[in-house]
């Protein structure tokens, strides 16, 4: 059972998981309901593309150092080389604060094409450039959140999430109340600055656990552990390179075909479903090491049993989410200030294919972990596959039909991926019944 499974700090670490995200979803409806209500969905939509432009860069370009650090940190602190540890701490440092400049300066390069032919507005180059800090932060503590996490800092981890909400609103409500700074550029300005605040609360964090248990051990160069290293992480690199295809390309087709008040109305059903990908997030973080623990030390029968009985209860879970929200889809519009007979939209139909999307996201809770643990092929493969998909059947959808064929085209592509993942965890099965 999977009571067995898990020790009590697992089930504490589920608990502040799932507090911390209601509190986060709790504050990202309030966010929601003021830029609505005082900004417009014109403006949402606006910060929908330039955040989805910065999401496609930031997969393109990420080294995914928080995944590749907890992978090599998590074994080498079971194996107590800790000269080892240290040693892939300055390899993280170094790939995080490179690429995050590069980011930096690609986006600088690009800003004016992204403003002309996704927001329709030249004025707006100044915005995407700006929004590039946020990601720019996120890069920086990609290797302090593989170390978190290879040590299990779950609650570190979390609050990290409750403060960045928490700045957003704060400086959001001082912003229109108090001054009446009421622009997309504020916006991101205050996004930027709670990025920042959390920023350094993690490092804090970092430095007093690094101070702890690594302060006094040398670093040797390990040509082994380098290599190993670059190997693993050029395949993570190239899995999330390959994303940049096919994440967040939706928002910008949206914003290409149509307009900026279509992708605002699109990001505000999906906010309402988003609890669905909320209800299986925490796990993905927190069952991560212990699968690289099952993995390295050939407990296959507790690596399936996790995976399989989690995926039941969010199964189970987000049916009961979506039959609720969907009957009151309209009073929920309306509480976010959405006018839905102005918008000309069958925004019913919309959250349907919605919900359904979001759903089977949901049951690949564990894929990537899976990939990251048992083979990072199995990443590059399906993140090919999406990106093709999206680049040409997506996109030709979308020309066609609009919201509706990016939803259905969308919707066929992740029945197609899970099918595949499927597939890989049945092979695993299969190789440890038979061994």
């Known amino acids: 059972m999977l009571n067995r ?7 504490k670490d589920v608990l502040v998981s799932y507090f911390t995200q209601f509190y986060t979803v709790l504050m990202g409806f309030f966010q929601l309901f003021l830029i609505n ?8 939509g606006q910060l929908s593309v330039i955040i989805a432009t910065a999401g496609i860069f930031s997969s393109l370009l990420t080294a995914r150092s928080s995944e590749a650090v907890t992978r090599f940190l998590k074994r080498e602190f079971l194996k107590n080389n800790l000269k ?18 590069f980011l930096l300066l690609i986006i600088y390069l690009l800003s004016d094409k992204i403003a002309y032919y996704f927001l329709k507005n030249n004025n707006l180059n ?6 590039s800090f946020v990601t720019f932060f996120l890069f920086i503590r990609g290797t302090v959140m593989g170390y978190l996490l290879s040590k299990e800092m779950i609650f570190h981890i979390k609050m990290m999430e409750i403060i960045e909400s928490s700045m957003k609103i704060i400086l959001l409500i001082m912003c229109i109340y108090l001054f009446n700074f009421i622009s997309l550029r504020n916006l991101i300005y205050i996004m930027i600055f709670s990025s920042f ?15 702890k248990a690594l302060r006094n051990i040398k670093v040797n160069f390990n ?8 190997n693993f992480n050029l395949k993570t690199f190239f899995s999330s390179s390959l994303k940049a295809g096919n994440q967040n390309l939706d928002n910008l087709m949206l914003g290409y075909f149509l307009n900026t008040e279509i992708v605002g109305l699109y990001q505000v059903l999906k906010k309402i479903a988003s609890p669905i990908l909320i209800i299986a997030s925490p796990f993905s973080l927190i069952v991560y090491p212990k699968l690289i623990k099952y993995f ?3 407990q296959k029968n507790k690596f399936i049993d996790i995976i399989l009985k989690i995926s039941f209860y969010i199964l189970v879970m987000s049916v009961v989410y979506s039959l609720i929200t969907y009957l009151f889809l309209d009073n929920i519009l309306k509480f976010m200030s959405i006018n839905i007979n102005s918008l000309q939209y069958n925004v019913n139909l919309y959250y349907l294919f ?3 999307l979001h759903i089977l996201i949901a049951e690949m809770w564990w894929v990537r972990i899976f990939s990251n643990t048992v083979n990072p092929n199995y990443s590059i493969i399906m993140n090919l596959f999406a990106t093709f998909y999206q680049l040409s059947i997506t996109i030709i959808a979308t020309k066609i039909f609009g919201l509706i064929g990016l939803l259905f085209s969308i919707m066929i592509m992740n029945f197609l991926i899970l099918i595949f993942w499927l597939k890989k965890g049945y092979k695993y099965v299969y190789t440890y019944i038979h061994t």
Do not use: M, Q, R
């Open 37 to 44: 209500k005082y900004f417009g969905i014109e403006v949402f």
């Open 5 to 11: 499974l898990v020790n009590s700090k697992f089930k």
């Open 296 to 298: 390295e030390t050939n």
């Open 126 to 131: 100044y915005e995407v450039f700006l929004y």
């Open 84 to 101: 080892n540890v240290k040693f892939v701490l300055y390899i993280g440092f170094f790939i995080d604060f490179v690429t995050a400049i």
């Open 354 to 356: 919605v919900l359904f």
């Open 197 to 211: 605040i959390s920023l350094l609360y993690a490092y804090y964090i970092f430095f007093n656990s690094y101070i």
């Open 223 to 230: 040509k082994n552990i380098l290599k190993e290293y670059w």
